[in-house]
């Protein structure tokens, strides 16, 4: 059975992917073997500038690769699980410049939003993940 924890995995996996074909195989798996929809899409800039453009590329992908339904409640909880994985990053980020990707996973009422994160520091970088799950009827 596929269930919430299954579903942020899958958005951890995706997230954490290094090319574009790495990402596609993966999204193919998931939905061959489990009925997972997801999605990658990456981001980068200064952290407070970049925040509300994060929330708006995870819904704005979800949407075009059909995770996500065209509705208010589907949108608001890829918004909403984005916002609490940015949450859990941000002690760590704020200030600087970050990188990296998105992943979203959907498998009937289970929405999760995986954020990796690249922090930088002269050259002394930082990772962070951070994730939040929603459920969506």
């Known amino acids: 059975m596929v269930g919430s924890k299954l579903v942020a995995t899958a958005a951890i996996k995706i997230a954490l992917t290094s090319s574009r074909e790495e990402e596609n195989r993966l999204k193919q798996e998931l939905f061959e073997q489990y009925g997972i929809k997801a999605v990658a899409v990456d981001y ?53 410049n970050v990188g990296g990707k998105i992943g979203i996973a959907r498998h009937q009422d289970h929405v999760s939003v995986a954020i990796f994160m690249g922090i930088g520091l002269l050259h002394l970088d930082e990772v962070a993940i951070g994730l939040g799950h929603r459920a969506v009827a």
Request: hydrophobic share 45%; proline share 2%; net charge positive.
């Open 44 to 96: 980068g800039g200064e952290f407070i500038s970049s925040v509300g453009k994060i929330v708006e590329r995870a819904v704005v992908s979800a949407k075009r690769e059909k995770v996500i339904k065209d509705t208010h409640a589907d949108e608001g909880a890829v918004a909403g699980a984005a916002r609490e994985a940015i949450a859990q990053i941000m002690p760590k980020a704020l200030g600087l």
